[in-house]
């Protein structure tokens, strides 16, 4: 069973990985990584869904892709 100050650090731990993930400065390096780069000629139903996964990322968390 896990403790109380666990769990607690669990959570605080999660809420930095997704902030550092969440930051520009972090985007930018990672598409500079070949395995983050979205390719230019991608079919037309897989731009379709990153366009609405930025709208629904814009709308839930204030950001998205750029």
């Known amino acids: 069973m896990m403790t109380r100050d666990k769990a607690e650090k669990g959570e605080k731990l999660a809420t930095e990985v997704r902030r550092q993930f969440g930051a520009e400065a972090m985007t ?29 990322e814009r709308n839930s968390l204030g950001g998205g892709r750029r």
Do not use: G, M, Q
């Not at 930018?28 to 037309?44: K, M, Y």
């Open 28 to 56: 930018r390096f990672l598409r500079t990584l070949p395995s983050f780069r979205t390719e230019a000629d991608i079919p037309n139903r897989f731009s379709e869904l990153l366009d609405r996964l930025d709208r629904l």
